[in-house]
Nanobody, 125 residues
Framework: QVQLAESGGGLVQAGASLRLACAFS????????LAWFRRPPMRDREFVAA???????YNADSMAGRFIVSRDNAKNTLYLQMNRLKPEDTAVYSC???????????????????WGVGTQVTVSS
């Protein structure tokens, strides 16, 4: 089992920055790939970024250059630095961990076995 807990969401104006954090714990969590997904209002879940257990990173093209994902295994924390936020970034942001043996990243939500409850990010224009 892996436990995940997001923090850092809030209401900001367009152009601002936020840093989300996801505290992870549990069985071999440091050996699993982790990812951020988001669900905008009235839309399907979207892949944001992922980090493999060895630190390789993959970003969604639409957010590359503005969003930066990182993980600190010593602190058991996954981060998402979000810069130059836009109203269309408004969503519930969730972190996810792959199942046992899943050390490589994936852009597919179905490849992740564990999810946090999410944190709301609202960007006003």
């Amino acid at each position: 089992q892996v436990q995940l807990a997001e923090s850092g969401g809030g209401l900001v104006q367009a152009g601002a920055s936020l840093r989300l954090a996801c505290a992870f714990s549990g069985s071999s969590a440091v050996n699993r790939a982790l990812a951020w997904f988001r669900r905008p209002p009235m839309r399907d879940r979207e892949f944001v970024a992922a980090v493999s257990s060895d630190g390789r990173i993959y970003n969604a093209d639409s957010m590359a250059g503005r969003f930066i994902v990182s993980r600190d295994n010593a602190k058991n924390t996954l981060y998402l630095q979000m810069n130059r936020l836009k109203p269309e970034d408004t969503a519930v942001y969730s972190c996810a961990a792959r199942g046992f043996g899943g050390s490589d990243y994936s852009t597919q939500g179905s490849d992740y076995a564990y999810w946090g409850v999410g944190t709301q990010v609202t960007v006003s224009s």
